[in-house]
């Protein structure tokens, strides 16, 4: 039955074109192809990216932090009680008033003091600044090398002028070494990034996060096993491009530079509209839309490869959408948060202004990595986009 299901999956008419067969593919003396098999090797990969991650986000991203001003904020925490943690955990993080009236006199606290508690306890989940900011250093790091490595790699090919040629002699094209290591590096990341989504900062567009990665992995990993490796490299250094200029943004937000950011939002915004509207649509999806028809029928292979890129465009369409929101509101002077961040921190300055009032015993500054940090200080924030994030903050937020 395996067997069976094995030999239907790989079955030649579904992935390749007609009169094309896996014969077809097959290290010969003057060629070598990418083998399915050779993916494998992106698992092991992803962990040592976790592990080089872990690395450079506490030996350097860290004391890069601190010695721009970034520290972390001390929370109030919120008091044990088993009553209002089992609602927390298995019912609702926002509970509607009738829920805090039932909790008030299951918990034997007053209302007011059941709706402080649920406030400390989504701070205590809130990533700080730090751990954005060590993130987001992370990825800059790797976007930043990945597209001078891609430029390196793609900028005496001649399908980096003319994609025209990237079907000629298809499939019959030989695999670079600069090919591989770009694809299996750039694979590799994007699994470590979906392997540590989970305990990354989250955002409100989680789940297109989640369809984005699953989407790269899935297109990259078909354009390696039919040999659409050209267009692959192509594919990936269109996008590498502005999430350099994304991450290195947020990162001067969280460091509060704020006219550098804002400069480097503007110039982030027209390298996405540039690079994922026009550019991947009209010359990558109609290079693979319309040119491969020059050289052999439709076939299975042909239309799957198509979707997946039209769902990336998909994606973008979405994140520029949100992008535009914010250039609208930075333009006009109404900018109030991250259009993809979710509510927490807006919550998180109600409960230090409410906190400092309510709790006598409370003082005005809490203490944060040895240092006294003022309970209303806010940094700026970005969310986290692989593909897009957005935004600088005005000085009229925080």
Known sequence: MFDTLYDWFWWDRIWLPVNLTWADLVDKEDRVYAKASDLYVTVPYAFVFLLLRYLFENWVATPLAV?????????????????????????CRHPAQ????????????????????????RNQDH??????????????????????????????????????????????????????????????????????????????????????????????????????IRIGTLVMLVHDASDVLLESAKLFNYAKWEKTCQSLFVVFAIVFMVTRLIIFPFWLIHC??????????????????????????CLHIFWAYLILRMVRKFIFGTMTGDERSENEEEEEEEDGESSQTEDEGVGQHKLGNGHAVDEKDKSGCFGCLSPPEVICRSKTVY
């Open 98 to 121: 009738a829920a805090f009236d039932g909790l008030s006199k299951k918990s034997c606290l007053s209302v007011r003091q059941v709706e402080r508690w649920f406030r400390r306890r």
């Open 67 to 91: 010695s721009a001003g970034i520290r972390q904020r001390a929370h109030l925490k919120a008091q044990d009680n088993p009553i209002l943690e089992l609602y927390y955990t298995t019912q």
């Open 127 to 228: 990533p700080g600044v730090l751990k954005k900011f060590r993130e987001v250093c992370w990825r800059f790091v790797f976007y930043l090398l990945a597209f001078i490595g891609g430029i390196a790699a793609l900028y005496d090919k001649e399908w980096f002028y003319d994609t025209r040629e990237v079907w000629t002699g298809f499939p019959k094209q030989s695999m670079l070494e600069s090919q591989y290591w770009y694809y299996i590096l750039e694979m590799s990341f994007y699994a470590s990034l979906l392997f540590s989504i989970t305990f990354d900062v989250k955002r409100k567009d989680f789940k297109e996060q989640i369809i984005h990665h699953l989407a790269t992995l899935v297109l990259l990993s078909f354009s390696w096993c039919v040999n659409y």
């Open 288 to 313: 693979t839309w319309v040119y491969p028809l020059h050289h052999y029928p439709a076939f299975f292979g042909y239309y799957f490869f198509n979707v997946l890129l039209v769902v990336l465009l």
